[in-house]
């Protein structure tokens, strides 16, 4: 089981910045893959940055240059430094994190936070 907690969100003007954080906990030795996605009104939850177990990292186009995703593994939080925000960037943030468990057979899952909502506006 793996618990993750997003902060971070609020409403902040075009051209402004923010960091979200995901604080994840339990079985934390599990996660492969940690990542954010977003959803705005009327859209589908698309990602938004992600990162592995390894180190590597992935962005969506619409995002890069200005999101910034990392961690820091001994608190077991990973960020989001949000610049350059535009009015498009409104949204709920969702942290994810993958698991997989390798026991007798191999199990995957996926575990989600509660959002935080990311308003930029003037």
């Known amino acids: 089981q793996v618990q993750l907690v997003e902060s971070g969100g609020g409403l902040v003007q075009p051209g402004g910045s923010l960091r979200l954080s995901c604080a994840a906990s339990?079985?934390?030795?599990?996660?492969?893959?940690m990542g954010w996605y977003r959803q705005a009104p009327g859209n589908t939850r698309e990602l938004v940055a992600a990162?592995?177990?390894?180190?590597?990292?992935n962005y969506a186009n619409s995002v890069k240059g200005r999101f910034t995703i990392s961690r820091d593994n001994a608190k077991n939080t990973m960020y989001l430094q949000m610049n350059s925000l535009k009015p498009e960037d409104t949204a709920v943030y969702y942290c994810?994190?993958?698991?997989?468990?390798?026991?007798?057979?191999?199990?995957?899952?996926?575990?989600w936070g509660q959002g935080t909502q990311v308003t930029v506006s003037s």
């Open positions: 339990g079985s934390t030795f599990s996660i492969n893959i």
């Open positions: 990162m592995s177990s390894a180190g590597s990292t």
């Open positions: 994810n994190a993958h698991t997989i468990v390798v026991h007798t057979t191999i199990q995957e899952k996926d575990y």
